[in-house]
């Protein structure tokens, strides 16, 4: 919001610039009139929209055109003044002062225009049809009013316009030359109508147009002003109103009318309230809110149950077909209220998918935790495109993440991260996906699949306590190797071997005495992969079954695609409940840290590619 205005007055001399200033400060026409008055201050209590104001008189006689050319750039909105009974001034303003404006003026876009006719009462009939074809030719003029300081007519209300149009300009939301909403201001409104169609029908039912409502001007219709609304459309807009619902072309129709009608900033007060700016970009204050910081150095973020149920809201109003999953046409309407496609198609691979590939209420929460964990602001802003804080009568979307210890024992914490770690060819990728693969699966699939992830990351329900998330991050050991301890900070390690592969063992021995046993507060096993076929003797010097005993690790965990598996279970209780055996030491703390940072280096740097395929915010999936 606009902490203070500066309204200029600009135009030939004698056409009342001076008698206008005077008559709205006194109340009263000045019959001794100076060529110039100093900039006046309008406190904010005596302003209709509470903004303190600034009006600055400019005379071609007291000044010159460096300074004509300071004050441009410090207006806010500028009032061309011209005398309605001497229209050669009016002719001033197209070839003089309009072009001068755009010539001097240091905005990144033209201050908005007031074009103003004075002297109101030397003429009988109005002429703002005279001042029509200019404003047709200068989009960035927003009306156009007669007045008389003489008389007081309009003069108030001119300054009103003046301040209403910086408050709430006219310019981004309409053109008046074809007389449609802009394509901004249409892209805005619709997410706004899709956010607030709860049922996802493509309608605004009587309720949900009093929730809307109610969010934006904090009080309900009565039923009359419900039922005159919807007439007022039908009569006007035939497809705005089907089955006695408000339809997105209705919708629209009914801000354009409120344009049209000089009733723009009750159109402002809706887009504001949806997080918009002055230029119809969701504002950084909106999307990414102050308030939410981490604690401390040890503290994990993740969803927090506010945070949960509304995504649950969420899944459940753009589950369609109602079969329990998200597919790709669902998916794209849910993000078609978002500047960018949040998701890559490796997401698919990332999380739960039910048999045909369609993203499963479990999947959905996971990779929105898996995004909070890895990436807070991602998470807040992905909130605010949804209408998080707005819809929930907040005023951020900062309840929807939590804080929890990072700490051995920490209390509340529900993510927790393993690090998949083999040589080429063990198997990691498949025992990643077997994590999160659907019951009626079938093992072909993986072939089939043109985007795999490097992470995993599911729900794992554990005995005796609330579930989990395990989020499985697969690296290669030579990568490992390289890149060395900023590619290892995790909970669990899970070394693989292929017991069909004779030399797959021996680098195993290497990273875990490289990095798991000098950092004794990290759990770690070892799991034999492929083991529904036959073994072969490993080429070390000890024998993997040897290498647990002497260095205290659980045996070997056979695993195998086609086999029932409960690992996942037990990593996730490891990881999330250490036994003395395994035990992470109180240094954790000085880790814990870079768990999440570690991890998300890691991600990037050991793969080439995000979690995420960010698109051009410009290829803009919400269409009107």
Not at 137 to 143: K, M
Not at 490 to 513: G, H, K, M, N, W
């Amino acid at each position: 919001m606009w902490k203070d205005i500066h309204i200029l007055l600009l135009g030939e001399p004698g056409v009342g610039k001076t008698s206008l200033i005077l008559a709205l400060v006194t109340e009263d026409f000045p019959e001794d009139v100076p060529s110039r008055v100093e900039e006046i201050t309008i406190p904010a209590e005596v302003t209709p929209e509470k903004v303190p104001t600034y009006i600055v008189d400019f005379s071609e006689a007291e000044q010159v055109e460096y300074q004509l050319c300071e004050e441009i750039g410090r207006a806010n909105v500028i009032c061309l003044v011209y005398d309605l009974s001497d229209l050669i001034t009016l002719e001033q303003v197209r070839k003089r002062w309009l072009p001068l404006i755009r010539e001097y003026n240091m905005h990144e876009n033209s201050p908005p225009i007031i074009l103003v006719g004075t002297k109101s009462d030397l003429i009988t009939d109005s002429k703002v049809y005279e001042a029509m074809p200019i404003m047709s030719d200068f989009p960035e003029i927003e009306t156009c009013i007669e007045c008389s300081a003489k008389t007081m007519n309009n003069v108030s209300e001119m300054f009103y316009f003046a301040q209403k149009a910086v408050l709430h300009p006219t310019g981004p939301l309409y053109s008046p030359q074809d007389g449609y909403l802009k394509p901004e201001s249409r892209m805005a409104l619709t997410r706004i109508f899709k956010i607030c169609d709860h049922d996802n029908d493509g309608m605004l039912r009587d309720d949900e147009l009093n929730a809307f409502q109610t969010i934006c001007f904090n009080t309900p219709l009565a039923n009359q002003a419900l039922i005159d609304v919807k007439n007022v459309v039908k009569k006007n807009c035939p497809r705005g109103v089907v089955d006695n619902s408000l339809s997105l072309e209705g919708f629209l129709y009914l801000h354009l009318l409120f344009i049209q009608r000089g009733r723009h900033e009750t159109t402002w007060a809706v887009l504001r309230k949806f997080g918009y700016n002055d230029t119809l970009d969701i504002s950084e204050e909106y999307l990414y809110p102050d308030s939410v910081q981490p604690p401390d150095a040890d503290a994990v973020p993740q969803l927090s149950e506010n945070g949960k149920t509304f995504l649950t809201s969420v899944f459940h109003k753009f589950d369609v077909d109602k079969d329990g999953a998200l597919n790709q046409q669902e998916l794209y309407d849910l993000f078609s209220v978002f500047p960018y496609e949040p998701w890559g198609h490796d997401v698919l691979s990332t999380v739960c998918t039910d048999s045909n590939g369609a993203v499963t209420l479990v999947g959905f929460l996971s990779q929105w935790m898996l995004t909070t964990y890895l990436d807070v602001p991602r998470t807040l802003e992905h909130l605010a495109y949804l209408g998080y804080a707005t819809l929930q009568g907040k005023l951020s979307q900062d309840d929807a993440v939590t804080f929890v210890s990072g700490k051995v024992g920490g209390a509340g914490r529900e993510i927790f991260t393993c690090k998949v770690i083999g040589s080429k060819g063990v198997g990691k990728s498949t025992f990643l996906q077997g994590m999160i693969r659907p019951s009626d699966y079938d093992s072909s699939n993986t072939k089939k699949r043109s985007h795999t992830s490097v992470i995993a990351i599911n729900e794992i329900q554990l005995n005796h306590r609330d579930p989990v998330y395990l989020l499985l991050h697969e690296v290669d050991i030579v990568d490992l190797m390289a890149a060395g301890e900023g590619l290892f900070m995790c909970d669990i390690v899970c070394l693989l071997y292929d017991v069909t592969d004779a030399d797959s063992f021996q680098p195993c021995v290497e990273a875990y005495r490289r990095f798991v046993l000098t950092s004794p507060e990290i759990s770690c096993v070892l799991v034999a992969t492929k083991s529904d076929r036959k073994a072969v003797r490993q080429r070390s010097l000890q024998q993997p079954d040897e290498f647990c005993s002497e260095n205290q690790l659980p045996q070997p965990i056979s695993f195998s695609l086609n086999m029932k598996q409960d690992i996942y279970e037990l990593l996730a209780t490891m990881a999330a409940r250490p036994t003395p055996l395994i035990a992470r030491t109180q240094s954790s703390s000085a880790l814990s840290f870079f768990l999440k940072f570690g991890a998300f280096i890691a991600l990037s740097a050991a793969t080439g590619y995000g979690i995420y395929k960010y698109l051009d915010a410009k290829k803009a999936l919400v269409k009107a």
